[in-house]
Nanobody, 124 residues
């Protein structure tokens, strides 16, 4: 049974950092893309970043490029999202997701597995 469990959210001030973790279990994620999405109140879920599990190549939304870094630890089956220079507009529930393809997609509908989400709140 596939399970994605996020952790690491919290309340921080603008300019601070947070590191989100996503523990993945239940299958091999070779040739999968692991993604981070976020959803703010009243807004649609949006792509933040993705990483190819096998190759480690990464992709970022323009809004977070240069501030966020995605990585994965194969030995721990865990994906991380390091978020630096946080802004109030980064406030959202952050979700980890898995897509069974090596082709990039920013469409949430193309990700089959989802975690329960973790709240990140950035105060001004």
């Amino acid at each position: 049974q596939v399970q994605l469990v996020e952790s690491g959210g919290g309340l921080v001030q603008a300019g601070d950092s947070l590191r989100l973790s996503c523990a993945a279990s239940g299958r091999s994620y070779s040739n999968y893309i692991m993604g981070w999405f976020r959803q703010a109140p009243g807004k649609e879920r949006e792509f933040v970043s993705g990483i190819k599990w096998t190759l480690g190549s990464t992709y970022y939304a323009d809004s977070v490029k240069g501030r966020f870094t995605i990585s994965r630890d194969k030995t721990k089956n865990t994906v991380y999202l390091q978020m630096n220079s946080l802004k109030p507009e980064d406030t959202a529930v952050y979700y980890c997701a898995a897509r069974g393809s090596s082709y990039w997609s920013i469409d949430a509908d193309e990700y089959s597995y989802w975690g329960q989400g973790t709240q990140a709140t950035v105060s001004s």
